[in-house]
């Protein structure tokens, strides 16, 4: 069956179940311009529904998965995912009560011209700050929604604003965390990622002012760097491991960072979802560094996940970054 037949498939048969649904097939422009075809299924008089992506479904489909076991499995997703199961819908169109969690992420520009063009955001270097909203977590269910040009025009409200609620909401909502990147080599990240979490999380949960609380999760996470790692690379993300990039633009993270260490700040960025950062201490020029993030890049990392291919570099004496 040739990919077309299939997306139409799914769909029809993901409609003969579930009749009193709308189901739709639309074509979703992901990170870097990345294309997915997404399956949504939601009432009929609903805004608001759970995105599902069909295109690793053909690839199991092409290995020998049923058909039938396939949309069984999607329909399984769309129950654990269902935002009428969730949350109350109407609350989206009130940007009073979206604002207390828009949080922000780092994207490249130049690989996403297509989705910037339908999305509000801020140029930071060769990237952009856009926004997203995040639902509060239920078990193991943490949805986000991309906020899109449509939505600050039916909330009436600019760019700018976004961005100094998510300055605020996205430290506190996703503190950032550090690993020595021996250890993150030794343990694979999350086996001691969390052993550092409680502290943090119990500070956001005693401390009352947004400023003191972000002011001391950014200080919980300066005194685990020391020079006592054996590559004197540390990984840099939030402590949940999404969009964690984001976290260069915390106020004074960096700025304390590269005191500690006595040194300006080398930014790898491995990923959309965390960077790789260590003192410049002159033992790399950055064209290799580039070179060497390009080539991971290309070879390691999924089209959705890259960053960018350059190398950023804190100072310290104008606290400024720069590539």
């Known amino acids: 069956m040739e990919y077309q037949e299939f997306l139409k498939c799914v769909k029809g048969m993901i409609v003969q179940r579930m009749p009193d649904k709308k189901v739709e097939l639309h074509k979703i422009i992901k990170n870097n311009d990345v294309v997915r075809d997404g399956l949504i299924i939601r009432k009929r008089d609903s805004q608001i529904s759970p ?5 690793e479904y053909y ?4 290995d020998g998965t049923q058909l039938s ?7 399984q997703i769309y129950k654990q995912y269902a935002v009428d199961h969730l949350v109350d819908e109407d609350f989206f169109r009130d940007f009073k009560r979206v604002r207390a969690r828009v949080v922000y992420k780092l994207i490249g520009l130049e690989a996403n011209r297509n989705l ?17 909203y995040m639902f509060e977590p239920t078990e193991d269910v943490c949805g986000t929604v991309l906020i899109h040009n449509q939505h600050i025009q039916s ?5 700018e604003l976004l961005l100094a609620y998510a300055k605020r909401n996205t430290p506190l909502l996703m503190p950032p965390a550090v690993l020595h990147m021996d250890k993150v080599m030794r343990d694979y990240l999350h ?6 979490l409680s502290e943090s999380t119990h500070l956001r949960e005693t401390l009352d002012e947004d400023d003191e609380k972000i002011e001391q999760l950014v200080d919980y996470v ?9 590559t004197n690379m540390f990984v840099l993300t939030n402590e949940r491991r999404f969009c964690g990039a984001a976290v260069m633009l915390y106020s004074k993270l960096l700025h304390k960072i590269a005191m500690r260490l006595g040194k300006d700040l080398l930014i790898i960025p491995s990923s959309i979802h965390e960077v790789i950062i260590m003192p410049d201490r002159g033992e790399y020029s950055i064209e290799e560094l580039s070179n060497f993030v390009r080539n991971i890049n290309e070879e390691a990392v999924e ?5 960018t291919n350059h190398i950023y570099i804190y100072r310290r004496k104008n606290g400024c970054i720069s590539f």
Not at 69 to 75: D, Q
């Open 116 to 132: 910037l063009k339908t999305i509000p955001y801020i140029p930071f270097l060769d990237m952009a700050i856009v926004f997203y």
């Open 155 to 159: 909330w009436g409200v600019e760019t």
């Open 51 to 55: 995105t599902i992506y069909l295109n």
């Open 69 to 75: 076991e396939i949309v069984e499995e999607v329909l």
């Open 222 to 230: 300066v005194q685990r760097v020391t020079l006592e790692s054996e």
């Open 191 to 196: 086996l001691n990622f969390k052993s550092g």
């Open 59 to 62: 690839d199991k489909y092409m």
């Open 303 to 307: 089209q959705e996940e890259r960053l």
